[in-house]
């Protein structure tokens, strides 16, 4: 298969000097195998800043990596390829279950790979830590920059998820984010800068370790907290996030919850705090069984998750649940979840205080 021109130059053109210089391979029956899931992203996209977009599947990404055959055997499935904004709710179950399937039907497989468009990829990987059971790691890595731009950080990060998907080390931890060398725990990943290659950071917890060259280290364990079971789920409850800003009104929450939202995220001002009208309308879709959940428009920081309910002239009614230290999109996929399971407020609010 030959390789597009625009993807190889002028990035990869040293690629034949590079393993030249690599180690001698190791012998094919003693690497581990990865299973690679594509889903598209700027990791796969050519003429990305100008004119119209070309795609790059797996297999001719994989081909052009160098030094790929000192780390693993790798297997490939092209998932999808669309950009990171095209990933919806649906292809989320989609994705877990093929990923489930793949690890149940391949006992052989060290960890599975998945590269992703970085814009919504956080919230990709925390639904796969929640609903993937198999203890084999799921990492998710993607670019900043396209596959045929200067200075790609592509290849390093691909090469690198394949490492950590390999490492023994890596069994228990769930998924995992793989960006510019750093290893995050999906849960705590989230993308702080538009355009930079170290665009991502976990700031209540910082890295779980790094991808260097002499090897993969682990500095500390991720949260990891009870699974979510999907076989029973044709369709996830619709959850929307409302934000806060001085002047908010109560439209976007009513319009919301008309269009048949199951929940609210509110990124709200300091610890979850709202607009007076903003906080009526609340109330008002509390009261007609929509969960709230307060977050922070902070971006760090939590909100105490409290208990769901409160007291009001003696008798206990729906109050929001706070987010913990969850960031309003975390917070989105999660209460997705738990409204699979119960639409009881006190019992989301358990559920969060869980997956703290």
């Given at each position: 298969?030959r390789l597009p021109?625009?993807?190889?130059?002028?990035?990869?053109?040293a690629?034949?000097?590079?393993r030249?210089q690599?180690?001698?391979p190791?012998?094919?029956?003693?690497?581990?195998?990865?299973?690679?899931?594509?889903?598209?992203?700027?990791?796969?996209s050519?003429?990305?800043?100008?004119?119209?977009?070309g795609?790059?599947?797996?297999?001719?990404?994989?081909?052009?990596m160098?030094?790929?055959?000192?780390v693993?055997?790798?297997?490939?499935?092209?998932?999808a390829?669309?950009?990171?904004?095209?990933?919806?709710?649906?292809m989320?179950?989609?994705?877990?279950?093929?990923?489930?399937?793949?690890?149940?039907?391949?006992p052989?497989?060290?960890g599975?790979?998945?590269?992703?468009?970085?814009d919504t990829?956080?919230?990709?990987a925390y639904?796969?830590d929640?609903?993937?059971?198999?203890?084999?790691?799921?990492?998710?890595?993607?670019?900043?920059?396209?596959?045929?731009?200067v200075?790609?950080d592509?290849?390093?990060?691909?090469?690198?998820?394949?490492?950590?998907?390999?490492?023994?080390?890596?069994?228990?931890r769930?998924?995992?984010?793989?960006?510019?060398?750093?290893?995050?725990?999906?849960?705590?990943?989230?993308?702080?800068?538009?355009?930079?290659?170290?665009?991502?950071e976990?700031?209540?917890?910082?890295?779980l370790g790094v991808a260097?060259?002499?090897?993969?280290?682990?500095?500390?364990l991720?949260?990891?907290?009870?699974?979510?079971?999907?076989?029973?789920?044709?369709?996830?409850?619709?959850?929307?996030v409302?934000f806060?800003?001085?002047g908010?009104?109560?439209?976007?929450v009513?319009?919301?919850?008309?269009?048949?939202a199951?929940?609210l995220?509110?990124?709200?001002?300091?610890r979850?705090?709202t607009p007076?009208?903003?906080?009526?309308?609340?109330?008002r879709?509390?009261?007609?069984?929509?969960?709230?959940?307060s977050?922070?428009?902070?971006?760090a920081?939590?909100?105490?998750v409290?208990?769901?309910?409160r007291?009001?002239e003696?008798?206990e009614?729906?109050?929001?649940v706070?987010?913990?230290?969850?960031n309003?999109?975390?917070?989105?996929?999660?209460?997705?979840?738990?409204?699979t399971?119960?639409?009881d407020?006190?019992?989301v609010?358990?559920?969060?205080?869980e997956?703290?």
């Amino acid at each position: 298969m030959r390789l597009p021109l625009r993807l190889l130059l002028p990035a990869l053109a040293a690629a034949p000097a590079l393993r030249a210089q690599s180690p001698a391979p190791a012998p094919a029956a003693a690497l581990p195998r990865v299973h690679v899931v594509a889903t598209g992203g700027t990791i796969a996209s050519t003429n990305y800043y100008g004119g119209e977009q070309g795609k790059v599947g797996i297999e001719a990404l994989l081909k052009a990596m160098p030094a790929l055959d000192t780390v693993a055997r790798t297997s490939a499935q092209q998932f999808a390829n669309v950009a990171s904004t095209a990933v919806t709710p649906a292809m989320w179950v989609q994705l877990a279950r093929a990923i489930a399937d793949t690890l149940r039907a391949r006992p052989d497989l060290a960890g599975v790979v998945v590269t992703h468009g970085t814009d919504t990829m956080e919230e990709t990987a925390y639904f796969l830590d929640l609903t993937v059971a198999d203890p084999r790691p799921v990492v998710v890595t993607g670019a900043m920059r396209p596959a045929d731009g200067v200075g790609i950080d592509g290849p390093a990060n691909l090469m690198h998820a394949l490492r950590v998907a390999a490492s023994p080390a890596a069994r228990g931890r769930g998924a995992m984010l793989l960006m510019n060398d750093g290893i995050l725990a999906a849960r705590d990943a989230t993308k702080a800068n538009a355009v930079r290659p170290d665009a991502f950071e976990a700031p209540a917890r910082g890295l779980l370790g790094v991808a260097d060259p002499e090897g993969v280290v682990f500095h500390r364990l991720p949260q990891r907290a009870p699974l979510f079971d999907l076989s029973r789920v044709a369709e996830l409850p619709r959850v929307d996030v409302v934000f806060a800003y001085p002047g908010a009104d109560g439209a976007a929450v009513d319009a919301l919850v008309a269009a048949g939202a199951k929940g609210l995220v509110v990124a709200g001002v300091g610890r979850g705090g709202t607009p007076a009208a903003m906080g009526t309308a609340v109330d008002r879709a509390l009261r007609q069984g929509v969960v709230v959940v307060s977050g922070t428009r902070t971006g760090a920081g939590s909100v105490p998750v409290g208990r769901g309910v409160r007291t009001r002239e003696g008798a206990e009614v729906p109050a929001t649940v706070g987010s913990g230290d969850l960031n309003v999109q975390k917070a989105r996929v999660l209460l997705m979840l738990a409204l699979t399971t119960t639409n009881d407020p006190r019992a989301v609010a358990r559920i969060f205080a869980e997956h703290q």
